[in-house]
Structures are given as C-alpha cells and as structure tokens.
C-alpha cells in the first residue's frame, strides 16, 4: 500500500482513500483563512511570567497574611483521612494560595 507523507503537517496518508484529498482540502481551508492576532500581547505576557516582589510595606504584609492563613488552613486539612481527596485538597490550596500571592503581586496597593 502506497503512502504519501503530507509536507505541511507530517501526517502520513495511504493513496487508495479519499482521506489524502480531505486532508489536502483542509490545508487549502486553512490557508485561506485570515491569520489570527496573538491571544495576549507582550504587555500582558510580562504581567503574568514576571517576578512582583512586593514594594510597598502593605503589600509585603498581604503576602505574609495569606501565607499563615493558608499554612492554617492546610494544618487543618492535614488531619482529613489518608487519600486522593486529601491529596487533592491540599493541591487545590497550594493552587489557590498561588493565585492569592498572584493576585496582590499583579495587582498592588495604590
């Protein structure tokens, strides 16, 4: 059985089928349509990936709030039953003390 190897994408597609003629009227589609813009700019990119450590006496406080309040809330999560559940409990408070954290390094204090 005879292949031919597409040099677009590198899909690999037997000859016999109509599968090669789709896939090559998809690529046409494709490349008809107007290209798409960027879905974050690199405004937006550096906000996100970048370092915010606190510069204001207010924000740094805010960060050792959460801190402890999180470190009391998983103390008291830790003595649920051995398991997944737990396990997913505790990631779920690693991810939303993260966002916390986030949240006032993105977004501090006037």
């Known amino acids: 059985m005879a292949t ?21 009227k998809r690529h046409e589609r494709m490349a008809s349509l107007p ?4 879905i974050v700019n690199h405004e937006e990119v550096n906000r996100i990936f970048d370092s915010h450590p606190p510069e204001k006496l207010e924000d740094a ?3 050792e709030q959460v801190t402890e309040a999180f470190k009391r809330i998983a103390i008291t999560m830790s003595n649920l039953p051995p398991g997944r559940e737990r396990s ?15 949240c006032i390094g993105r977004n501090p204090h006037p």
């Open 61 to 63: 406080l805010a960060h």
């Open 35 to 38: 290209p798409t813009a960027p």
């Open 88 to 102: 997913l409990v505790m990631t779920k408070l690693e991810e939303a003390s993260f966002y916390a954290h986030a």
């Open 4 to 24: 031919i190897l597409c040099h677009v994408c590198g899909i690999r597609h037997s000859t016999w089928s109509n599968a090669w003629k789709r896939h090559q």
